[in-house]
């Protein structure tokens, strides 16, 4: 990185509070911001820009097929794929229905009317998407304090609009590139001897792109492209197995589960199996790997490493 550094922020709006009522916030240009439409209700609050920047990350992961997104305090809550986005959000609703509630949504394709009817049942604060069916709009414009956005940027370009990330601390200002680092197949391996099913190595990978979208230490337990439980913001990753876990209850048979970073401890892998959790997936590159991948071995659980890490402060 350079020496010096130069930014200009030009003022867009005022906000009426930050995070908190008692916060002064405003939003400021920087470089280039993506082409959005505001369809229904009033401008983004600073909340509602930050889920909505964690739903549009993750849609960016999975522009290339419907996927629905739902946000909470900046974290991803719930996700799922499907062949439609209707089906996707019927996947996350049986996955978690609680989590929808007071949620930013986001859906990688269009919102039609059969979607809308359902969403228009709910308690919501912003809904976004690439388009929304005239009909769609109709039913939703009827939903008190409902935000409907239309982005007109297509998904896949989003990780290209901001490069860095800027964080004002006591000690100075952090700088940082953006995490972008995606799956590699050169270090992208199954470490254990026993292989995970095909279906496995999807869960396995959806799982992934998602908890690096969540703040560490992360876990998601995903089955059938849909999550069942998301963890973040924990001390360590066996606090956060266990919180994810009996989230699941009794739901965690034949899923996966993804770790932001390495399995740092055999306990790990004994939660694991005593869930009957099939597979899991992780960074890997510890002083601990022998020693997890032989008690995996022992109790059959399949392991894939990435060699990636996805920090997330």
Excluded: W
């Excluded at 929808?100 to 990688?108: E, G, N, R, Y």
């Excluded at 995903?222 to 999550?227: G, Q, S, V, Y």
Aim: proline share 2%.
């Amino acid at each position: 990185m350079e020496d010096n550094k130069t930014y200009n922020f030009n003022k867009i709006q005022n906000f009426k509070c930050g995070e908190n009522v008692y916060q002064e916030a405003s939003l400021y240009s920087f470089n280039k911001q993506i082409d959005f439409e505001i369809i229904n209700g009033n401008l983004l609050t600073y909340n509602n820009i930050l889920d909505a920047t964690c739903g549009l990350e993750i849609a960016a992961e999975f522009f290339d097929v419907a996927a629905c997104i739902v946000s909470h305090h900046a974290n991803p809550s719930a996700v799922a794929l499907a062949n439609t986005i209707e089906n996707a959000f019927d996947k996350v609703l049986d996955a978690d229905t609680l989590c929808v509630f007071d949620s930013v949504i986001t859906f990688t394709r269009e919102i039609n009317e059969d979607l809308a009817k359902k969403l228009s049942q709910m308690k919501l604060k912003v809904l976004i998407a690439p388009s929304f069916s005239s009909g769609a709009i109709e039913i939703l414009k009827g939903v008190k304090n409902l935000k409907l956005v239309k982005i007109n940027t297509p998904l896949q370009e989003i990780p290209t609009y901001y490069q860095e990330e800027i964080k004002i601390t006591p000690f100075g200002a952090l700088i940082q590139q953006k995490d972008t680092k995606e799956l590699d197949v050169e270090t992208f391996k199954v470490a254990t001897k026993k292989k995970p099913e095909q279906n496995e190595v999807e869960d396995m990978i959806f799982a992934s792109k998602i908890a690096k979208h969540a703040k560490s230490s992360a876990i998601v337990i995903a089955k059938d492209l849909r999550t069942l439980a998301i963890c973040a913001g924990q001390s360590n990753s066996i606090n956060a197995l266990e919180v994810a876990i009996n989230r699941v209850c009794d739901s965690t048979k034949n899923s996966i589960v993804a770790f932001d970073d390495a399995i740092k401890s055999i306990e790990d892998i004994q939660l694991i199996a005593q869930n009957r959790i099939s597979g899991a997936i992780q960074s890997g590159r510890t002083s601990k790997d022998s020693e997890v991948i032989a008690l995996a071995d022992k109790l059959e659980v399949s392991i894939i490493t990435t060699g990636i890490k996805h920090i997330k402060h």
